[in-house]
């Protein structure tokens, strides 16, 4: 919450560093007022943060006015510190990593936004890409039109779809017992069918973001109803049955997040003309952006995620002192 006019925010339930606290459903507006601030970084949103604290792992603090998280790794569950915000950055990652390394942590922070470290000592820490965690930024206008060359696959199959079925386009209250049932019905079609198909490759890093999702996204549906309220479910209904779904949240004036995506694979053309359709809604909104969070460095997730041609990425990096070579 905000303080007289032109000082910094005052925060109530955040504790101050070094004190941290579990991460509550009632932490989101003072959460929001750090990260409204900035670029809509995927994990730092508040959706993103609860959904996927699936072993209720997370922590949060504040240090000179930044959002300080503990977070448990989304594949591999190591814990490490992350921060956001761009006020006395040396300060606050020196002291994240000092708590790590007491903490017997390994000493490196990850997922730390761009806006953080642009203005850090680069003599005393080493700032590494995280590739597999950069958030994909499509243009809203380039989605909803599918024009160009690099688009002639998605047209193709978006036609192929609208020629081949009859659809219904809907929005889905997720507060609906109803709903929620055959949501998830879906999910678990969606994991069993790409189970099925990965189990002989022993690609276990895959496996394990299956298991996660479908966990993080029970989490969504059985959070509170002002919760679900905020957001959006965009489905696609063919006879009558659920056939794909995305959703997704409005961001400050030109960004939407999608959390959450699936869709029936036997229908050809389905995810793309979902894509396009999701695209459509938010620009009649006025929104520019669409986020789609990161791909984890999974191929398939990669190759998919790249072919509907990023606009640009929220980057973000890795953060460890200079001579501790722990990068």
Same mark, same amino acid.
């Given at each position: ?8 925010? %005052? ?27 900035? #670029? #809509? ?20 603090? %504040? ?120 949501? %998830? ?38 959070? #509170? ?50 894509? %396009? ?32 041609? #990023? ?17």
């Amino acid at each position: 919450m905000l303080s007289a006019e032109g000082e910094k925010p %005052q925060f109530i339930m955040l504790p101050k560093f070094p004190q941290f606290k579990k991460l509550e459903i009632t932490d989101k507006a003072d959460i929001e007022e750090i990260t409204l601030q900035y #670029p #809509p970084y995927s994990d730092f949103n508040f959706v993103s943060l609860w959904v996927w604290d699936i072993k209720n792992a997370i922590r949060i603090s %504040q240090l000179n006015g930044n959002l300080l998280v503990k977070f448990s790794d989304y594949l591999s569950e190591e814990s490490f510190y992350s921060f956001l915000g761009r006020e006395k950055t040396n300060e606050t990652a020196e002291a994240l990593l000092e708590l790590s390394k007491k903490e017997k942590i390994r000493p490196v922070l990850k997922l730390v936004p761009e806006n953080s470290v642009v203005k850090m000592d680069q003599n005393k820490f080493n700032i590494i890409e995280e590739r597999n965690h950069f958030d994909y930024i499509y243009s809203i206008k380039n989605l909803a039109a599918y024009v160009g060359s690099e688009y002639k696959k998605h047209r193709k199959n978006t036609r192929r779809f609208k020629e081949i079925h009859k659809f219904e386009v809907k929005f889905m209250n997720l507060t609906e017992e109803k709903n929620k049932k055959i949501l %998830q019905d879906l999910v678990d079609l969606w994991t069993k069918k790409k189970k099925d198909k990965i189990d002989n490759t022993k690609n276990y890093k895959e496996l394990e973001d299956f298991k996660n999702e479908s966990i993080a996204f029970k989490k969504l549906l059985s959070s #509170p109803d002002d919760f679900l309220k905020s957001l959006i479910c965009f489905s696609i209904f063919i006879e009558d049955k659920l056939a794909s779904f995305i959703v997704s949240e409005r961001i400050m004036d030109d960004y939407c997040l999608s959390h959450f995506g699936k869709s029936n694979i036997g229908y050809e053309g389905i995810s793309q003309f979902l894509m %396009q359709s999701h695209a459509k809604f938010f620009l009649d909104m006025g929104i520019d952006y669409h986020n789609d969070e990161q791909d984890l460095g999974l191929p398939n997730l990669r190759f998919s995620k790249n072919s509907y041609r #990023p606009a640009h990425f929220l980057k973000k990096y890795s953060i460890a002192y200079l001579d501790d070579f722990v990068i």
